[in-house]
Every structure is written in structure tokens, then in C-alpha cells.
């Protein structure tokens, strides 16, 4: 079983920066993919960004590329999303998730652990 907890949320001005953290617990997490989703209100939940267990490969939406950033702890038990020139369309609920089946996907469906999210607002 593993259980993520996501951090770092909080309401930022447009070209602001803010680092999310997710910690996870569980024996096996270092072997997993992780992702970050985010869902806006009355939206579907959306993919953002994802790393391989091995930290060798990544994927981003195009609507964060360049401005975003995953990453994970030396530990390997935290996984972090650098988000830099955010602007008020990132306003979301933002989701770390774990993928066991290490297929690095960018469905929600591929993906079987979930955080409870963290809010993340950007004003104009």
C-alpha cells in the first residue's frame, strides 16, 4: 500500500513560482512512476508531468512545458513539481498519483494511487 501526501499549495501572483511536494510512504515506492494531475472547477482532471522510477525519463503537457519541473528526492520517497511564470489558467486542484505498472502515462487511469491534492491558486 502506498499513501501520498501532497504540499507546497497556496495562492501565488501571475509569474510566481511554487514548489509542490508529495511524500509517500510504502516499502516499494522508489520503483514506481509518478505523475501530477491537476483539476480545475467544473473541468476534467488533466495531466501535468511524470517521472520513471529511475528518474532517467519524463513527460509534460505542452501547456507546462519549459515552466514546469518533476523531480524526485535524494530519498526517493518525495516527488516535487516546480512550477515557474504560472499564470491564472494553472488554478487548480493539483494530485500526485503512483503508477506501479511503470508505464509513464498521462491518464488518470494508469495510475493507482492518489494524494488527497493541494490547492493552488494564481491571481492576475
Known amino acids: 500500500q502506498v499513501q501520498l501526501v501532497e504540499s507546497g499549495g497556496g495562492l501565488v501572483q501571475a509569474g510566481g513560482s511554487l514548489r509542490l511536494s508529495c511524500a509517500a510512504s510504502?516499502?516499494?515506492?522508489?520503483?514506481?512512476?509518478m505523475g501530477w494531475f491537476r483539476q480545475a472547477p467544473g473541468k476534467e482532471r488533466e495531466f501535468v508531468a511524470a517521472?520513471?522510477?529511475?528518474?532517467?525519463?519524463?513527460a509534460y503537457a505542452d501547456s507546462v512545458k519549459g515552466r514546469f519541473t518533476i523531480s524526485r528526492g535524494n530519498a526517493k520517497n518525495t516527488v516535487y513539481l516546480q512550477m515557474n511564470s504560472l499564470n491564472p489558467a494553472d488554478t487548480a486542484v493539483y494530485y500526485c498519483?503512483?503508477?506501479?505498472?511503470?508505464?509513464?502515462?498521462?491518464?488518470?487511469?494508469?495510475?493507482?494511487?492518489w494524494g488527497q491534492g493541494t490547492q493552488v491558486t494564481v491571481s492576475s
Open positions: 510504502g516499502r516499494t515506492f522508489g520503483s514506481y512512476d
Open positions: 517521472l520513471s522510477w529511475s528518474g532517467s525519463r519524463t
Open positions: 498519483a503512483a503508477d506501479v505498472r511503470g508505464v509513464l502515462g498521462t491518464r488518470a487511469d494508469e495510475y493507482d494511487y
